[in-house]
């Protein structure tokens, strides 16, 4: 008897995510890695010492580090806005239809 090929299940990963009611969180996380990431580069192109950074924004090396770690979704938009300007960056945050 000859073998047939598996159904491929055709759900995308945001169906998934959808389905298993983590897709706000997922998004949320994702979109402060990838905050955290850009502004990171942004910092090592300009080769900026986190310390020199920290100081000049008026914050400890340590919560520096803490505003920057990809896994700390505690950060307030303003404190992400502050550090961007400072590296000649902004966020853009946009509101669209579900």
């Known amino acids: 008897m000859a073998k047939t090929k598996p159904e ?3 759900e995308s990963l945001e169906d998934f ?3 298993e009611g983590i897709r706000d969180e997922v998004y949320g996380e994702a979109i402060k890695r990838v905050l955290a990431w850009k502004l990171e580069e942004t910092r090592k ?3 900026l010492s986190k310390t020199c950074l920290a100081r000049d924004l008026g914050t400890s090396r340590s919560q ?3 505003i920057l770690h990809p896994d700390n979704l505690s950060v307030s938009i ?3 806005q502050r550090v961007a300007h400072y590296l000649g960056k902004r966020v853009v945050i ?3 239809d579900a």
Do not use: I, N, S
Request: no cysteine; net charge positive; aromatic share 6%.
């Open 8 to 10: 491929r299940h055709k």
């Open 17 to 19: 995510f959808e389905a």
């Open 45 to 47: 192109q300009r080769k």
């Open 64 to 66: 520096l580090d803490r």
């Open 78 to 80: 303003d404190t992400l």
């Open 94 to 96: 946009d509101l669209v």
